[in-house]
């Protein structure tokens, strides 16, 4: 299974395809590759897998992706929270898209 997780971009350096920076994850700060997302700025929020920024996502559906990967982490001790998780889903499915995804 591929995940990838939203954190918010701290620091940059570099350019073009040797542009990287310092993404926060909750505390957790990682260096990221950012060839792919040539746009992003510092305090923006990004979608990181394996090491690279494939998107810029607003926010929101930073916030939104973390509760979500929060409750699965749930799921494990609590199976009612199953049904809450799945009614969330069309809400989540609302929200703004990506503002680009490679």
């Keep these: ?3 990838a997780i939203p954190g918010r ?6 350019a073009e395809e040797l ?13 990221t ?6 746009e992003a700025q510092v305090g923006d929020y990004v979608l990181v897998h394996v090491g690279f920024a ?14 979500a990967l929060t ?10 929270s199953l049904a809450r998780f799945e009614a969330s889903l069309p809400a989540m499915a609302e929200q703004p ?3 680009r995804l490679h």
């Design 1 to 3: 299974m591929c995940l």
């Design 9 to 14: 971009l701290v620091s940059v350096c570099g």
């Design 19 to 31: 542009r990287a920076g310092e993404v926060d994850f909750g505390g957790v700060r990682r260096p």
């Design 33 to 38: 590759n950012l060839a792919f997302v040539p």
């Design 54 to 67: 494939i998107a810029v996502i607003d926010e929101v559906v930073a916030a939104e992706t973390l509760d």
């Design 71 to 80: 409750a699965l982490d749930v799921l494990r001790d609590d199976p009612d």
């Design 97 to 99: 898209k990506l503002r």
